[in-house]
């Protein structure tokens, strides 16, 4: 513990690896919102966004993703490793990933969810947002999920999405525990 | 395959299934060379009444025979190591980092289903009279960018469900480099003539100590 403890203090050049790395990862995000289409493999997709951080110079990545909704029959369960994956996104599905390049040594990792547009309903992004909302208060069920208010709030922002009226308020609000509930059945 | 658990934790899950099984005393074999000593401290915590066994060695023995869908899974696994290496020649160019070069190649295999890759990669002015290609190594530890007229030597490594498959190949850019294409013919020979030693009755060890110059 005390080793952890030390080494949670950076020097400016960790920090400057960190920032660089934290760059990387955008890059990625940014591929996969590129790659995004409807019946591309979840495969391909953890292909096109490991290529555009390693090539600006991630020396590994570590990339879950999965595609799918929340409460469909084609649902979407937990964030894992995607590379030998043909499942293939549809619009209207949620893609989740874990962007996590690494850079001389530094890891970061940027987690986003993406609501791919076509076919999504107004309920089904009701509760996307609701576990967004839910998040903000509930960190378990926030890293369960792998959805942020965070995640929401920048997938609204892409041309891909949906827009909304009010992505702020996504951070400010709560959710009650038996709406939770109500989301996980 | 009848059972699958999945567990957080998974030293703990071993040692339930153990208990559930009953088995809480005699010897359990495992890879000591493997096993993290964490899971060796919980399991000796846990179980003081078995004995751990090194068995590594006949475990590998078992695991060098492979299963029809084994080496099904082997051969695709060669083909994303062509396809990597075919996706290094179509895109190299001077200028390039090996980082650069390796991400072409990793893209490559893993749009064809690759889970992992292990590459290994040197850049450098092959010569025989002074050796300035580097030892292969992680593309991440230098930025060495390709120059015209370099070689770059590349382990190709991807894994597919599981399965690893290594191709090592070298290439000129830019250029032929007389030194290299010397040397590449010294090993054709070198093969060509091992295989005609590589048959039932030798030794590899015989053909390793054959005098090589023979050959060449």
């Not at chain 2, 005393?25 to 000591?32: M, N």
């Not at chain 2, 200028?95 to 690759?114: F, K, Y």
Request: net charge negative; proline share 3%.
């Amino acid at each position: 513990m005390d080793l952890y403890e030390i080494r949670k203090k950076r020097s400016r050049e960790e920090c400057r690896l960190v920032e660089k790395c934290a760059e990387l990862a955008l890059s990625g995000y940014e591929a996969l919102c590129a790659a995004v289409q409807n019946n591309v493999t979840e495969s391909k997709l953890v292909s096109e966004l490991d290529y555009a951080m390693k090539k600006q110079g991630a020396e590994e990545t570590l990339t879950t993703l999965n595609c799918g909704f929340l409460n469909d029959a084609n649902g979407m369960g937990l964030l894992h490793s995607a590379a030998n994956s043909q499942k293939a996104v549809k619009y209207g599905d949620c893609i989740a990933a874990a962007i996590t390049p690494r850079y001389n040594g530094y890891w970061v990792q940027m987690l986003r969810t993406l609501c791919v547009r076509g076919l999504m309903q107004n309920e089904k992004l009701d509760v996307l947002l609701t576990i967004g909302n839910g998040c903000v208060g509930t960190n378990a069920y926030g890293c369960f999920r792998f959805l942020t208010a965070a995640n929401v709030y920048y997938g609204l922002q892409s041309a891909l999405f949906f827009p909304c009226s009010n992505p702020v308020g996504i951070v400010d609000s709560e959710i009650s525990c038996g709406e939770l509930k109500m989301l996980e059945s | 395959m009848t059972e699958c658990r999945i567990s957080t934790t998974p030293i703990q899950a071993i040692i339930d299934v153990l208990k559930e099984s009953e088995i809480t005393s005699g010897r359990l074999g495992t890879s000591l060379d493997i096993l993290p000593q964490s899971w060796r401290m919980a399991l000796e915590r846990e179980m003081p009444g078995l004995v751990l066994c090194d068995v590594s060695e006949p475990l590998f023995r078992i695991r060098n025979h492979h299963s029809p869908e084994e080496v099904a899974l082997i051969r695709q696994c060669g083909k994303l190591a062509d396809a990597g290496y075919a996706e290094v020649l179509k895109n190299v160019k001077p200028g390039m980092t090996e980082q650069q070069v390796a991400a072409e190649l990793e893209h490559a295999t893993q749009g064809m289903g690759a889970d992992y890759n292990f590459t290994l990669i040197s850049t450098g002015r092959f010569s025989l009279e002074d050796n300035q290609l580097p030892c292969i190594r992680a593309a991440t530890m230098f930025d060495c960018v390709v120059a015209h007229g370099d070689c770059i030597s590349m382990e190709i490594t991807p894994r597919y469900n599981g399965y690893w498959t290594q191709l090592v190949r070298i290439i000129s850019v830019g250029e032929p480099n007389e030194d290299f294409i010397k040397m590449h013919e010294v090993s054709c020979r070198i093969i060509k003539g091992a295989l005609e030693e590589l048959k039932p009755g030798n030794r590899i060890g015989n053909i390793a100590i054959l005098p090589v110059c023979t050959w060449i």
